[in-house]
Structures are given as structure tokens and as C-alpha cells.
């Protein structure tokens, strides 16, 4: 009996030995990783408060700020089930100073949303069960309302998208399967970037849209070439350009008894290519012996479009500041992240439609691992937000933003 005692201590010490050593190193590979995870979320706060003009590493962080978070969310638990209290408080503080930004790229389900489709599933239940021909109207009355809450009818709907120049990924046009995605949605106010006057013109089913709304000119002649359009149900009063017309344009709808001023961005590229987009996302510098004189050029090209962006930024900031009434929206593409100097300069005082009433993880570029968020719509505080939605068409390297939105009560 003691010998065989002595046989399972002697197990057990072998066990706890091997385990020893392999705890020690993860708790010092974590330990380092906690560390370079505490430096990264301190630099991340710098991010949006420095123009990119003065460093060309910061704005390249914003890339990748949802994995420092969830880095750091995930450090922060390894700490307390290692109960090493130290550490999980320093992690947790770290992920609490990340809070506030997570809305900028995660958003739960609403609340309002989940009890509407509680309701609806089981009027669908009742609606299944019921003979009577009076009492099944009358469900089926309700879950229309329902429905119709649900997907927010009332108020007004904006889309703002980047069309690619109207081509598809065949390299054809795409111009009928936008206008199909336009008459399916019915927005009141469209603002379109990278737009096509040719290949739009071609195609009779976009032009029978465009005969639907009115159009912004931006002091242009009516030949002249919109390299942006600004597509309204509304009376527009007047419109212009901020810096060039490809860049930041404006325009001035009537809506009841105010006016409404909608700037339309579309704000310098990243200089990102396609080719440069599947380099990475394809891991092709892995095996690449030239790699670093590529990846160097991508971020020399990259921080030096970061720097035209500030400007632009900045002119379009000072428009805003001093000539845009107060009930405005900004929209468009601004080719930046939420933890960025561009997204924080534009979005002063103004609310992120996707902060509001966007649910889920949301990108709107497809490309970089489908993991970026560069398309907005930011409202005033006259206005509130009623829905945000992202549709899935692959009509351009972007996805359409579209925002359902009314007039504040208490403004």
C-alpha cells in the first residue's frame, strides 16, 4: 500500500513539474503581450487628437484598433482566471478606457428592435392557429404594424454610396443594378461619390430613376461632368463645392419649413490599390522576397494620402463651422477609420448614425478582411436616428450606407 503511495505522489510531482514550466513561460509570453497591449490602447487614444502631418505611424494603428481591443478584453480575462490581480487590473482598466469607443465598430442588437420581432413571431404563431376568417384580419393588420415599426417607416431615408465609377467587379456596368437597388429602397435623399455621367446616362433604367428626384448642379454648368451627385425628393435650394467637386460638395433642402444642409464627402484614398489589397489580405509577403521595399511604399503612399486628407478635413471643418446651419448631416466616403484625425474632425458634434441605431460589427469596404468602417452618415443634434443599414450588394468595392432618420421632438 505505501509503495503504491509512493507511486502516485511520484506521478502527481512529474505532473505538476511539466505544468510548472509550461505555465511560467505563457504567464511571461502574456505578461510581454499585456505590456505591448497597454502601450498600443494608450497610442490608440493619441490617434485621432494628432494631425497625421506631424508622424506616419499613428493613423496606421486606427487599422487595427478593434484587435487591440478585443486583445485586450481577452488578456484581461486570461489575468483573472490566472487570478493575478495586478495584471487583470491593469488590463481591465485598459479595456474600460476602450469602452468607449467600442460603439465606433460594435453595436448589440437594440432592445426596441428584439421585443418587435418578439411580437411578430408570436402574432405569426396565432395567425397559424386562428380560423376564425374577423380575428385573422385583424392579426394579420397587427403584424403589418408591427412590421412597419420594425423597419422604421416613418421619417426620412438617406444613402450614401461610393459607386466605383459604376463598374462591377466583371468590370462591366452596374449602373441597372444600382438604380434596382434605388427603386427597391426609395431613400429621399441620395448622395452617390465616384459617379460616371457616361455609363449612368446608358443605362435607361438609372436614368429613369435620376428623372425621379432633383439634382444638386454645385454652381456647375448643366454639361459639366459631377464627379459627385446630390439626389433629393426635396426642394434643393442651393448647392456647392467646399474644395473641389470631386472632394466635398454641399446642398441646401427644404424639408417642411428648414433647411437642411447634406455635405457629401468623398475624401482622399488611402492609396491602397487592389493589387496592394490582395498582396495583404492574401498573405503573398510572406513568401515575397521583395516585400519590405513594397510594404514600405504602401506606407509612404499611405501616410502622405493621410496628410491631403487632414487638409481636406480641415477646409471642410471650417465650412461647417462657419456657413452650414445647424440641421446638417455629413455623409460620404471619408477613407478613414472611427480612431482616426479625419472621423474625429467631421463627426464634432455630431452623431454617428451607426453609434446610434446600427447593430452588429459593420464595414462598409469590402476589402482588408472586410474588417474596415470608411462610409458615414452623421447627423445633427436637430435629428434622430431611426434605423442604419448596410445591404449587401456587390455592385462596387463599397457597400451603401442607409440611414432612416426624423426630426428631433426636443429640438
Known amino acids: 500500500m505505501a ?24 504567464d511571461v509570453v502574456l505578461t510581454l503581450l499585456s505590456g505591448a497591449a497597454v502601450v498600443l490602447m494608450l497610442v490608440l487614444m493619441l490617434v485621432p487628437r494628432i494631425d497625421p502631418i506631424y508622424t506616419w505611424a499613428l493613423p496606421m494603428l486606427g487599422l487595427v484598433a478593434p484587435g487591440v ?9 486570461y489575468w483573472v482566471l490566472r487570478w493575478r490581480l ?3 487590473a491593469v488590463m481591465g482598466c485598459m479595456a474600460l478606457l476602450g469602452a468607449f469607443s467600442i460603439s465606433l465598430f460594435w453595436r448589440p442588437a437594440s432592445h426596441r428592435a428584439a421585443l418587435l420581432e418578439q411580437q411578430i413571431e408570436m402574432v405569426d404563431a396565432q395567425i397559424a392557429e386562428e380560423t376564425d376568417d374577423r380575428k385573422l384580419y385583424d392579426l394579420k393588420k397587427k403584424r403589418r404594424l408591427l412590421l412597419r415599426n420594425l423597419e422604421a417607416g416613418e421619417g426620412m431615408m438617406l444613402m450614401t454610396y461610393n459607386l466605383r465609377s459604376l463598374y462591377g467587379d466583371n468590370g462591366e456596368s452596374s449602373a441597372d443594378e444600382v438604380a434596382a437597388l434605388i427603386d427597391s429602397l426609395n431613400p429621399d435623399i441620395i448622395c452617390l461619390q465616384e ?31 459631377r464627379h459627385q451627385r446630390i439626389l433629393s425628393r426635396f426642394r434643393i435650394l442651393r448647392s456647392g463645392v ?4 470631386a472632394t ?15 455635405v457629401s464627402n468623398h475624401l482622399q484614398s488611402t492609396g491602397i490599390t487592389s493589387l496592394d489589397n490582395a498582396y495583404i489580405t492574401r498573405y503573398e509577403y510572406l513568401l515575397d522576397t521583395a516585400r519590405e521595399e513594397k510594404l514600405r511604399n504602401m506606407v509612404g503612399r499611405f501616410h502622405t494620402n493621410c496628410v491631403l486628407r487632414a487638409d481636406q478635413v480641415d477646409s471642410i471643418r471650417a ?11 455629413i455623409c460620404g466616403d471619408f477613407n478613414d477609420t472611427p480612431i482616426s484625425y479625419t472621423y474625429r474632425q467631421l463627426a464634432h458634434n455630431m452623431q454617428d448614425a451607426f ?3 446600427g447593430s452588429g460589427y459593420s464595414y462598409t469596404f469590402r476589402g482588408f478582411f472586410n474588417t474596415l468602417r470608411i462610409d458615414y452618415v452623421l447627423l445633427s443634434e436637430a435629428y434622430e436616428c431611426l434605423s442604419y443599414e448596410v445591404p449587401a450588394v456587390m455592385a462596387s468595392d463599397h457597400l451603401p450606407v442607409v440611414v432612416r432618420f426624423k426630426k428631433s421632438s426636443s429640438y
Open 86 to 88: 495586478k495584471r487583470a
Open 3 to 26: 509503495n503504491e503511495s509512493y507511486y502516485y505522489n511520484a506521478t502527481d510531482r512529474r505532473r505538476r513539474s511539466s505544468r510548472g514550466p509550461l505555465l511560467w513561460t505563457l
Open 355 to 357: 453609434s446610434e441605431c
Open 195 to 225: 459617379y460616371a455621367s457616361g455609363l449612368a446616362t446608358r443605362s435607361e433604367r438609372f436614368s429613369n430613376m435620376l428623372e425621379r428626384y432633383e439634382q444638386a448642379t454645385f454652381g456647375l454648368p448643366s454639361d459639366a461632368p
Open 242 to 245: 467646399i474644395t473641389t467637386q
Open 248 to 262: 466635398s460638395v454641399w446642398a441646401d433642402l427644404l424639408v417642411d419649413e428648414d433647411t437642411m444642409r447634406v
Open 69 to 77: 481591443y478585443l486583445l485586450v478584453l481577452m488578456l484581461s480575462l
Open 319 to 329: 465650412h461647417i463651422d462657419s456657413l452650414a446651419p445647424r440641421m446638417r448631416i
